[in-house]
């Protein structure tokens, strides 16, 4: 865009990417530090930058203190649960709304869309109220029905886009040699869309791993609890243990950067590319 | 023999239709039970006096809840600090994400490397940040104070969180860091769809950067920059999980915003006031981008 191939305009344009660079990576940086430092030298003054001994004290004493290891196996299965049922539920439909013209094909694509106008927790109450009703709260598997259609809509939108890529004739071709029009999908043209379903997948754990709202509401018991739903007791206790608090954040962002690196790209696609299209 | 054939058709487009709404089915039915359903629930509670505390009556009381709020005056507090939320969050995230994006716009060494790296935020949530930074602007042992006092911006420790004139501010800084990344992505995503063609012409034309900015880039991307916003202010106006990790809505209540506010409402059980919440916030975010896009609509058909 801009044509300078000047040095001083070059200077100041890597000066400031390395600048957002630097505040993008200081906090994650912080955490982790903060997470491996001897508890005690947490609130030592001087702060230190590099510790100069690096310690697991504090996620030793996270998990003693506390039953992290269980809010882990809790968000673990709840989110790996929800993000496939979500993700396999969307497929289909995101199939039939990338292939098709019907009546009511429009009313769908808005009554999904404005749920990403709505947050979640809006209905939080009448949501809680129902749940009692079918005797899911407090339950695991109620709170991955209700991440499941919480997922679905920009899930369905991304897969959407995905399948818009894909040539029709590839499962035309499947059906004219007598694949039903299931087995063409799963067999034909799933196996294509590889990276997108892996990256709607992918979206769809790292929300439900994060989601807070509904888990503290739906959730009562401790051995229920996810880590978001932990966290959040833990820093609504008066005095807050920061030594073990840092290694409990450490060990929940952890899980979902790794999964983003590999995905980002694809998400990225996945979204820019659908909200251009509409 | 044609009648045939129009048969075979039909009765195959019944079949496939019958395929393509057992397909839909079970997304139609989740979103359906579990988002549309409690929110028809919810809307209806907000006329009604629906207390978990206490169910003996749950009357129809019509537009009390609404009026009680109105007057109410920790209501109008938070409904002042979203408006100061959201524009103090959206101007610097949006003006600092153009300039990331026109940064990184020219192709350079490890730049997939670099826009990886800067992508982080997006998969952290934003209750994580709050407790990220809520440790980083601790009053006592927080870094910024510490690196504030090292460059000799401050003299004495700020306590960011526990005075109600910084918590706003300290806040504010942590959905900024959110969401830069965002605004970047989305910018430079339309900025390659920008051709090179105008550029060259732009430059042949002399046009200088400032010129060419505004004259070429801007208008290009108008459509994009203003969905953008758009997406962004309903977002962040509806993400209180920062705050509830950062500050919980404190001290005295001075960063709860109107979303915060009606989680917390609902945790204390008053679902009918809870539920008014929702419905204004709602109603207002309808309206406002009802207005903001019929707003940028008759300009795009000037042009």
């Excluded at chain 1, 697991?56 to 506390?66: C, I, K, V």
């Excluded at chain 1, 598997?141 to 679905?152: C, E, K, M, Q």
């Excluded at chain 2, 057992?22 to 359906?32: C, D, E, R």
Aim: aromatic content about 14%; proline content about 4%; hydrophobic content about 55%.
């Amino acid at each position: 865009m801009i044509r300078d191939y000047s040095t001083a305009g070059r200077i100041v344009r890597f000066a400031g990417l390395g600048l957002c660079l630097l505040i993008t990576i200081f906090p994650l940086y912080w955490i982790l530090v903060t997470s491996f430092k001897e508890p005690g030298t947490i609130f030592a003054y001087p702060l230190k930058y590099w510790p100069s001994d690096w310690s697991l004290a504090n996620y030793e004493g996270l998990f003693e203190q506390s039953n992290f290891a269980v809010y882990l196996g809790n968000s673990l299965l709840v989110s790996l649960v929800a993000a496939a049922l979500a993700t396999v539920i969307s497929l289909l439909a995101a199939y039939v709304l990338a292939r098709f013209e019907f009546v009511s094909k429009g009313a769908v694509m808005g009554a999904f869309l404005v749920t990403q106008m709505i947050p979640g927790f809006i209905a939080l109450g009448s949501l809680y109220i129902l749940m009692t009703r079918l005797y899911l709260v407090d339950n695991r598997w109620g709170l991955v029905l209700v991440y499941v259609a919480v997922s679905i809509p920009l899930c369905t939108v991304m897969l959407r886009g995905f399948f818009e890529n894909v040539p029709a004739s590839l499962e035309e071709a499947a059906m004219v040699d007598g694949c039903s029009r299931l087995s063409a999908l799963f067999r034909v043209l799933v196996p294509v869309m590889t990276p997108g379903i892996a990256a709607s997948f992918i979206f769809n754990f790292v929300n439900c791993w994060n989601e807070l709202f509904l888990s503290v509401t739906l959730m009562n018991s401790d051995s229920n609890k996810t880590v978001p739903a932990a966290l959040n007791g833990f820093i609504s206790s008066y005095n807050i243990d920061w030594g073990s608090m840092s290694a409990a954040a450490v060990l929940s962002i952890i899980p979902t950067m790794v999964l983003f690196a590999f995905a980002s790209r694809y998400i990225v696609e996945g979204l820019t590319s659908g909200a251009v299209k509409e | 023999m044609g009648r045939e054939l129009s048969t075979r058709r039909r009765q195959f487009t019944g079949r496939t239709a019958l395929t393509l709404f057992l397909f839909m089915l079970p997304a139609v039915a989740f979103v359906g039970m579990f988002t549309y359903y409690p929110l028809a629930n919810g809307i209806s509670m907000a006329f009604r006096n629906y207390n978990l505390n206490d169910l003996s009556d749950t009357s129809w009381v019509g537009l009390k809840n609404f009026s009680t709020l109105l007057n109410d005056e920790m209501f109008r507090g938070t409904v002042k600090n979203s408006v100061v939320w959201v524009v103090g969050s959206l101007v610097p995230q949006f003006l600092i994400g153009f300039t990331m994006a026109l940064w990184l716009r020219r192709k350079f060494r490890f730049r997939g490397t670099y826009q990886a790296l800067v992508f982080f935020p997006w998969a952290v949530s934003g209750f994580l940040i709050g407790i990220l930074f809520r440790w980083m602007f601790n009053g006592e042992f927080g870094v910024v104070n510490d690196l504030l006092m090292k460059t000799q911006l401050i003299e004495t420790p700020v306590p960011w969180l526990a005075d109600a004139r910084y918590a706003m501010v300290a806040v504010i800084v942590a959905n900024v860091w959110y969401g830069v990344t965002f605004f970047a992505i989305m910018i430079l995503a339309a900025l390659q769809s920008v051709p090179e063609e105008l550029y060259e012409a732009s430059a042949i034309d002399g046009a200088g950067k400032v010129r060419t900015l505004f004259s070429i880039t801007i208008p290009s991307i108008r459509t994009t920059l203003a969905l953008t916003v758009l997406l962004r202010v309903i977002w962040i106006f509806n993400s209180p999980e920062l705050i509830f990790g950062m500050t919980g809505g404190g001290p005295a209540n001075e960063t709860h915003i109107v979303t915060s506010y009606m989680i917390q409402v609902t945790q204390e059980g008053d679902y009918g006031r809870a539920s008014a919440m929702g419905v204004m916030v709602v109603f207002v975010l309808m309206l406002f981008a009802i207005f903001y896009l019929l707003s940028i609509r008759p300009k795009k058909a000037m042009r």
